[in-house]
């Protein structure tokens, strides 16, 4: 099948040369109807709009929308699923509809949500993948790996399912560690694969251990597409040198049905090095970027919450839900292909619940990312915050080195570690005991990240996703 023909089939070739004005007047028109939907047929959204006057006729604006519907978050749905297990009242179909259930990660440890989805809202969903497919250079019958977990989480399993439904090949290896993982990938030579940042590192470390080359045993690699982290623009350069391939990013979330934001040809990172922009597909998902003080809309190029309004859900609605995902919010004219959809800069999705706070400082764990990876001997790392029987408050960073690139001796190994501190009070003004940890005593993380543990909160209990 061409590209040409791929396009016909599965994107909307006309929706991607629409002006950007024409674009948010159909995002708004699909935005009212879902409004109207909810307001008469979901039993939490009608006790939403009632308890805060919403009066949907009097929406005439994406603004009056904003002024006019208040946020939810995590924990509104968490309390309206204990006062109605399991799905709370804003299931708002019979539960015989149901054609799929997802549950949230955990890795807040807030606990996990339970989202419902028709079998209707699972194609519109995979209707999005796409883009991101096509954009990536991939063609139905292309092998693609899959590492993510496939469990009751919507990564793995709408993953899988959304690739199929483009007619590409799916190689489920989750359940597999990361030596089996590169056999199958040598013996198969997949066109792309699917892995968190962190895994990315992972995945090249152990290539150079197995003697691997990517550009002569996977000869047929044409993309990386990756999601769930933040990352450097040191970190995109390498990976791309390493693999030999351009890396291509999306954006999701289970309360949005979907993954929503995609890099298009130009990957996550535009020629002249500036990082890349992962385009909202706005006839899908109203995506907003607000200051997480005021709730006002930020600027071109200012960071803010993302706030997601699901378009076509029909079962488990999300209308203005506050993700606490911190993204840095780019037009649509950021990026050289003219597409009409505005979006969030790649690599740099965070978490604002993921903030440590350290001798009162605050500090993000990527920005602690950046300087401990910017050492190439380093593999991987996991920091501890706890307060010691003094009183005082503790940081602890532990670092395992790559035995190919370990320095010979114990004293230029204790530079190294010196030099490392000395980045980290360089980068976050504060001091930090880096200690070596032994090669392979660290988390490896397949999914979502958590390198970081605060022994000084004991209310929450999170998920982590290791291999």
């Not at 990938?185 to 590192?201: C, I, K, Q």
């Not at 996550?268 to 003080?293: F, I, K, S, T």
């Not at 993302?306 to 993700?323: D, E, G, Q, W, Y």
Request: with cysteine; net charge neutral; proline share 4%.
């Amino acid at each position: 099948m061409s590209a040409t023909s791929v396009q016909r089939r599965y994107l909307n070739p006309r929706l991607e040369s629409l002006k950007k004005e024409d674009v948010k007047a159909l995002q708004f028109v699909l935005l009212k109807r879902q409004l109207e939907h909810v307001a008469a047929s979901n039993p939490f959204y009608q006790e939403l709009f009632r308890s805060h006057g919403v009066k949907l006729d009097r929406i005439r604006s994406l603004r009056d929308f904003q002024q006019a519907v208040p946020l939810i978050d995590k924990k509104t749905l968490m309390q309206d699923q204990q006062a109605r297990p399991p799905y709370g009242t804003r299931l708002g179909i019979d539960e015989r509809d149901i054609g799929q259930v997802f549950v949230t990660s955990g890795t807040s440890g807030l606990g996990q949500e339970n989202h419902a989805m028709t079998h209707q809202d699972l194609e519109m969903s995979s209707s999005c993948f796409s883009y991101q497919c096509y954009w990536a250079g991939l063609l139905p019958g292309d092998r693609v790996f899959q590492t993510f977990p496939v469990a009751l989480q919507s990564g793995g399993v709408r993953g899988r399912r959304v690739m199929e439904k483009f007619g590409l090949n799916v190689f489920q290896v989750s359940i597999y560690d990361t030596h089996t993982k590169l056999d199958y990938m040598r013996r198969y030579s997949p066109h792309a694969f699917v892995a968190a940042p962190a895994y990315l590192t992972r995945l090249a470390a152990v290539c150079v251990e197995m003697g691997m080359e990517p550009r002569r045993d996977l000869p047929d690699l044409k993309t990386i597409l990756i999601t769930g982290g933040a990352y450097s623009v040191d970190w995109a350069q390498q990976m791309k040198t390493f693999w030999g391939v351009s890396l291509t990013e999306w954006y999701g979330s289970t309360q949005s049905g979907t993954s929503q934001c995609f890099t298009c040809e130009d990957g996550v990172l535009h020629a002249d090095g500036r990082r890349g922009l992962m385009h909202n597909m706005d006839h899908r998902v109203l995506l907003e970027v607000v200051n997480p003080q005021t709730l006002e809309p930020v600027a071109e190029g200012e960071e803010g919450d993302a706030i997601v309004t699901s378009l076509f859900r029909k079962a488990s609605p999300m209308i203005r839900f506050r993700t606490y995902d911190k993204v840095r919010y780019l037009p649509a004219g950021h990026c050289a292909c003219g597409r009409p959809f505005d979006g969030i800069e790649s690599g740099t999705v965070s978490r604002y619940d993921d903030m440590l706070k350290l001798r009162g400082v605050n500090t993000w764990p990527e920005t602690i990312d950046a300087a401990v990876f910017s050492f190439p001997e380093v593999e991987e790392y996991a920091g501890r915050v706890f307060v010691s029987e003094r009183g005082t408050e503790e940081v602890i960073v532990r670092v395992e080195l790559k035995p190919s690139l370990r320095p010979a001796t114990q004293d230029a190994c204790g530079n190294l570690l010196q030099a490392i501190s000395a980045l980290l009070r360089e980068r976050t003004g504060l001091r930090m005991d880096v200690q070596e940890a032994a090669h392979e005593s660290l988390p490896r993380f397949t999914f979502k990240v958590r390198r970081w543990t605060d022994e000084r909160q004991t209310d929450r209990k999170v998920v982590t996703y290791t291999e």
